[in-house]
């Protein structure tokens, strides 16, 4: 197996004699298997050699490979590296590397947690992430907003010192969010401003802020009805759907996830956590696991949907054990879709469909999948059903898309015209 990617002898020995050399073979199947080119697994397998003789010089074992390892080594000893080359020090590419190499990581106790250090910023997020799962109930994705700008907060505020919670003061909590609001929308500035505020709530439990932090927190002025949702017209969605070149088996992928968001109303998430189990050719349903609104669905499969999924399935998608409907076509291939892959398939449909302005995200399919039937005559009640709304208001967004009917309602205007 490595004569086959190193044929140099003296790069072979040192690989034999590396402290991850057992792990290298299983390395390299695993990578190859995925669809790798021999460029990327030769810097790949620099990155773990790297990280191997880092993790000899720590008195790690290779049991000890973890998440946790790989950030300290991608943290800690890469910025301040003066190992001997030859060495890689591209981040990006060590990050990728050794993503991997935790597949190929023997486990014997999968459920052990490393101990965290008292006082670490990893400590108070590992708590503050237990509140938000075991107390709050929130989702994934939104936990990792929670904790990407608390974690933020904490390295703003105490810099690479230990965390004191006691020392947190209501107006570094103001000047962070106050502070972030200057670069961003307020929608974003909103979803800063409450994860902050439920930082807060968790300090309040710890006993070290009061219940008026909470209403301190600031919010951006941000009117949910005061914007139209962007939309694509009928023309759009034609140019839309024949940006995908549906003869090869990558646009047949992305040509099933587009109807799944255009048609069926899914979200990016939906998109990417379909399994094969989840669909039921026989009923022509299929079954959607609890996402955003903390609950399951059963969708009727549309026709159309279900013709694009099974060509994909017949002939697009590459032979692998993973059952996620779509996977990736690009290494590693056959490993289930991430919803940044979705997103990115649509927005370069939207760019060769050359739309104006050009749409930069996954909803817009979402609306306007919900306003076509608003004006087929569909009731709110039935939109909310499909959307999985559980409040008639969430889904009162789209209402207000339908000018038309707006027109025949409004109003007509009491002053003059200039």
Known sequence: MIERFFRRPHVRCRLAQGPLASLVPLYLDHLET??????????????????????????DAIGDIDADRITAFLTRHLPRCRCPTPCSRTVHGLRAALHQLLAV???????TIAPLVPGSIDAVLHAFERHLTDTCGTMPATRRYYL?????????????????????????VQAFVTTRA??????????????????VRFLQLQGVASAAWVAAV?????????RLPRVLTDKEVRAFLAAFDRATPHGRRDYAMALCLLELGLRAGDVAQLTLDALDWGAGTLTLAPGKGRRG???????????????????????????A??????????DAIRVSGVRCAMRLAYARAQLNP?????????????TRLLRQGVSMKAIADVLRHRSLDTTAIYAKVDLPMLATVALPWPGRRS
């Not at 200057?182 to 930082?199: E, G, H, K, Y």
């Not at 050009?358 to 399919?365: A, E, Q, S």
């Open 218 to 226: 600031p919010r951006a002025a941000d009117w949910r009805l005061a």
């Open 148 to 172: 990407r700008e608390t974690r933020a907060f904490l390295r703003g505020t105490f810099r690479r010192g230990p965390v004191k919670l006691a020392a947190v003061r209501l107006a570094d």
């Open 325 to 334: 409907v779509f996977v990736q076509h690009r290494p590693p291939r056959g």
């Open 105 to 111: 990581v023997p486990r014997e106790a999968p459920d």
């Open 358 to 370: 050009r749409p930069t995200g996954t909803h817009i399919l979402r609306h306007t999948m919900a």
């Open 182 to 199: 200057a670069t961003l929308r307020p929608a974003s500035t909103n979803v800063v401003a409450t994860a902050l505020r439920s930082f």
């Open 297 to 323: 669905s059963c969708l009727p499969l549309p026709p159309r949907v279900a013709a694009a999924v099974a060509d994909y399935l017949r002939h697009g998608r590459p032979h692998t054990a993973v059952r």
């Open 34 to 59: 995925r669809g790798y080119g021999t460029t990327t697994i030769q810097q790949y397998v620099a990155g773990v050699e790297h990280f191997g003789r880092w993790l000899a010089r720590t008195g």
